[in-house]
């Protein structure tokens, strides 16, 4: 009876010192290559990619700015998440920015701790008068962050849990590859 006390007692102290390490959720949200659909529209993937040990991330929320105006801006799912209905969405966009919420059942899609997975694309239509380069940013605010379902658990870039990569497109890049057939 003694040794499975103090087996016990080991354990408590194991799990009140964090040995068996605390729930965490930290991640990185990304914006890929944006690759040209249609005269100055442009699709960018949005990726997800956690540690290998941090729980089950189900909720997105972010806003990218822009450095020129859009004529037109929406997200959808893409990639891993492609076909999946969302407990929750909303987007809107304004003239520099676009904002985006998604909520996953996490019994239905659950994303894989450790690997990049392609869960959105953003689809941006830029004005005629838009002139390159245009950088694509996540906004650095509470704004943009990644949970797990209930919301418990987030990561976010002030609590330096969320790191965030953006994109550039370079119009005049784009032109030239255009006009010279490739």
């Not at 016990?8 to 605390?22: D, K, T």
Request: glycine share 6%.
């Amino acid at each position: 009876m003694n040794k499975i006390l103090a087996l016990a007692a080991v354990s408590l102290a194991f799990a009140a010192s964090g040995a068996f390490g605390a729930p965490r959720l930290v991640a990185n949200l990304s914006l890929g290559t944006a690759v040209r659909v249609a005269e100055r529209q442009f699709t960018i993937p949005v990726i997800l990619s956690t540690d290998s040990e941090s729980m089950n991330a189900q909720a997105f929320c972010f806003r990218l700015k822009l450095s020129t105006a859009l004529a037109s801006a929406s997200v959808r799912h893409s990639g891993f998440t492609e076909g999946q209905p969302a407990v929750f969405e909303w987007q809107t966009s304004t003239a520099g920015s676009i904002s985006y919420v998604v909520v996953y059942d996490e019994r239905i899609v659950r994303f894989p701790p450790g690997l990049p997975v392609t869960f959105a694309e953003v689809t941006i239509t830029l004005p005629d008068d838009a002139v390159g380069p245009v950088h694509i940013d996540f906004d650095s605010s509470s704004v943009t962050m990644v949970s797990t379902e209930d919301g418990m658990l987030s990561a976010t870039i002030a609590k330096g849990t969320l790191a965030t990569i953006g994109t550039t497109i370079d119009l005049d890049e784009s032109a030239k590859r255009r006009s010279s057939g490739r």
